[in-house]
């Protein structure tokens, strides 16, 4: 069964960092596209970063980029989300997902980790 494990969440103040990971199992996700979405209280499901086959292909949400980076590890087949400069509409359920339109309707999903930035 494939299955797309999240760690790392948590609570932050504003500007503090926190890094997220996956761990995928049950299937090797090398070659697929890994990424991150979030969905914050009352809002839809939203992109924020993308990671290809090849590492140095990423792409970011407008709203993390040059804050947040996304990295992976092909032998151990994780990818992680480094989140700088945290802000407090940062709040939100990370999601961590896989193959598909990885930026759009990603293939498959984590269960989520929670990450909540006051003030």
């Known amino acids: 069964q494939v299955q797309l494990v999240e760690s790392g969440g948590g609570l932050a103040q504003t500007g503090d960092s926190l890094r997220l990971s996956c761990a995928a199992s049950?299937?090797?996700?090398?070659?697929?596209?890994m990424g991150w979405f979030r969905q914050a209280p009352g809002k839809e499901r939203e992109f924020v970063a993308a990671i290809g086959w090849s590492e140095g292909s990423t792409i970011y949400a407008g709203s993390v980029k040059g804050r947040f980076t996304i990295s992976r590890d092909k032998v151990k087949n994780t990818v992680s989300l480094r989140m700088n400069n945290l802000k407090p509409e940062d709040t939100a359920v990370y999601y961590c997902?896989?193959?598909?339109?990885?930026?759009?309707?990603?293939?498959?999903w984590g269960q989520g980790t929670q990450v909540t930035v006051f003030s």
């Open positions: 997902v896989a193959g598909g339109a990885v930026t759009t309707t990603p293939a498959t």
């Open positions: 049950g299937r090797t996700f090398s070659s697929a596209p």
